[in-house]
């Protein structure tokens, strides 16, 4: 069909600061393979998830400073992945644009909807009953998903419904997104290539 999105729709982005150095490769027709390799542990495993359910191919590679903290690890690791996405998706053309997903893990309940809209927002409802899970702050996750929603220009709310468990929480909240954002990057058959928008164009 004349327009419609058709691989390779990929970017690679690399970033580097006094504080972190990080490079992300991402390609969204791809079958959920990642190499994540952060310094985080817990980090690496929900980045994992997000690769897998999304089904985006995912490559990021970070060295920070982790003697100081998880912050700006976390946080430059969000914004280079955004970066990614934006960079991939173009002008987003023939896309579904709008992706919602409402995941259970165990007793947690998170719901995630996201509009690749070109105005970033992020609006997170997801408290944690601890500081930390393992030895990654839990404060991070909303961070890490502002600088991503940012800097790709998606709009993104993230509820939890239910839940006590942090990893548990945290987890569910990685896999909606992830859910969420393979629905809204796929390709609409119905939509013949056009730019999802009344308006003609979808930035900011």
């Excluded at 190499?35 to 985080?40: E, P, Q, S």
Aim: charged share 25%.
């Amino acid at each position: 069909m004349d327009g419609f999105p058709t691989p390779p729709r990929r970017a690679e982005i690399a970033r580097e600061t006094a504080e972190t150095a990080i490079r992300v490769a991402i390609d969204l027709d791809g079958t959920g393979q990642a190499d994540i390799a952060t310094g985080i542990g817990f980090l690496d495993h929900m980045l994992t998830a997000l690769a897998r359910h999304s089904l985006i191919d995912m490559t990021v590679v970070a060295k920070g400073d982790l003697h100081i903290d998880f912050h700006h690890t976390a946080e430059d690791v969000g914004i280079v992945i955004g970066q990614a996405l934006k960079k991939a998706l173009g002008d987003k053309r023939g896309i579904r644009r709008y992706g919602a997903a409402l995941l259970p893990m165990d007793e947690a309940l998170a719901e995630c909807a996201i509009d690749i809209s070109g105005r970033p927002f992020l609006a997170w409802s997801v408290p944690f009953a601890r500081d930390k899970v393992g030895e990654m702050d839990t404060e991070l996750f909303e961070e890490f998903f502002r600088a991503l929603t940012f800097n790709a220009g998606i709009t993104l709310h993230m509820t939890l419904k239910a839940g006590t468990n942090a990893h548990h929480v945290a987890e569910a909240c990685f896999k909606a997104a992830a859910r969420a954002l393979r629905a809204a990057t796929e390709p609409d058959p119905r939509a013949g290539g056009a730019i999802p928008s009344t308006k003609g164009i979808l930035e900011a």
